[in-house]
């Protein structure tokens, strides 16, 4: 299937299916941290960008299965770019909506929900996490180098308008570089932007996997922990997956892998972390991968990661 993967563990949602509502890359962004590579098409057009039908199918044919269906915590609408430029999100949330009982997360840049369209179509929703990286135009500019047609101020307009509007689940999401966006000034901008969109908590992250560009680098733990004091919502720290007992390795989970591969790169603690897998098994099937030439490995910041030799 193109557009459904998993399911996988999620950190913060549990046991997750995506839907990938774009190819890569559409976005308005094209941020330094960016897991899936350089924005091919910048845009803040909305368009269907593939065709709705073919998602709900996927879909379909993935709930036709009750049992698969009936261990998800949610369904997990995102994109490999910024899924609220593809048109028919609002019919794919309402579809799961009328199929399911689970709850349906969607992730996004925020830089749409200015548009009276997309504050629409994402309503239904259960819990929506946009991001906010930056509220001074230059730290904003330099880790989201976003597109002409989505400035700060509209961004920022755009997440306080949806509050107002949405009775779900609103974290939204700081992702802090080193030397970027994480100074004091920065720190005493978000906190007074945050103040204003006052979503139901934040969420602090900082990079993990190698990132677009090389100079974005991440804060340790307790720069993160000194950060979340700036904040007068609740703030959580995106930290790593631990618990859940692990399935052994089966030949069939080379399909799962090879698809979570293709959205982005991962060490084999997060393949088996996502897949929720036993760590070692996961790995060598990982190492077989590389020698039978399907995968690559890369470092990045100590680890290795892999990735689909063509990615
Ligand atoms: S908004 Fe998301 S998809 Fe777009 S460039 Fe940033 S990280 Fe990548």
């Given at each position: 299937m193109k557009h459904i993967f998993g399911p996988v563990n999620s950190?913060?949602?549990?046991l997750s299916l995506g839907i990938d509502?774009?190819?890569?890359?559409?976005?308005?962004f094209n941020c330094?941290?960016?897991?899936?590579?350089?924005?091919t098409e910048f845009t803040c057009e909305r368009r269907e960008y593939v065709p709705t039908s073919e998602i709900i199918a996927e879909i379909d044919t993935f709930l036709a299965d009750a049992a698969a269906a009936q261990r998800l915590d949610v369904f997990t609408i995102t994109a490999s770019?910024?899924?609220?430029?593809?048109?028919g999100i609002g019919t794919v949330i309402r579809h799961l909506k009328d199929r399911t009982a689970k709850p349906v997360a969607i992730l996004t840049?925020?830089?749409?929900?200015?548009?009276q369209a997309v504050r629409h179509d994402l309503l239904p929703a259960d819990i929506v996490i946009p991001s906010l990286d930056a509220a001074r135009e230059q730290s904003y500019r330099k880790i989201n180098?976003?597109?002409?047609?989505?400035p700060l101020d509209l961004v920022i307009d755009g997440l306080i308008r949806f509050r107002e509007e949405f009775a779900g689940r609103y974290w939204l999401e700081i992702l802090l570089a080193k030397g970027i966006n994480d100074g004091p000034e920065d720190l005493a901008a978000l906190r007074d932007s945050v103040a204003r969109i006052n979503p139901t908590r934040v969420q602090l992250n900082s990079v993990a996997?190698?990132?677009?560009?090389?100079?974005?680098l991440p804060l340790s733990q307790s720069e993160l922990t000194a950060a979340a004091q700036h904040f007068t919502v609740p703030v959580e720290i995106l930290a790593d997956f631990t618990t859940r007992e692990r399935e052994k390795f089966q030949p069939a989970n080379a399909t799962a892998i090879l698809a979570m591969l293709r959205r982005r790169p991962c060490t084999a603690a997060d393949v088996a972390e996502a897949l929720n897998l036993e760590t070692a098994p996961a790995a060598e099937a990982l190492e077989q991968m590389v020698a039978q030439g399907l995968l690559v490995k890369t470092a990045h910041h100590h680890k290795e990661y892999y990735q689909p030799e063509k990615a």
């Open positions: 950190r913060r949602l549990g509502l774009l190819p890569p890359k559409i976005c308005n330094i941290y960016c897991e899936i590579g350089p924005t770019g910024e899924p609220t430029l593809h048109t840049n925020g830089s749409l929900l200015h548009d180098r976003s597109a002409a047609c989505a996997r190698p990132p677009l560009e090389s100079f974005a």
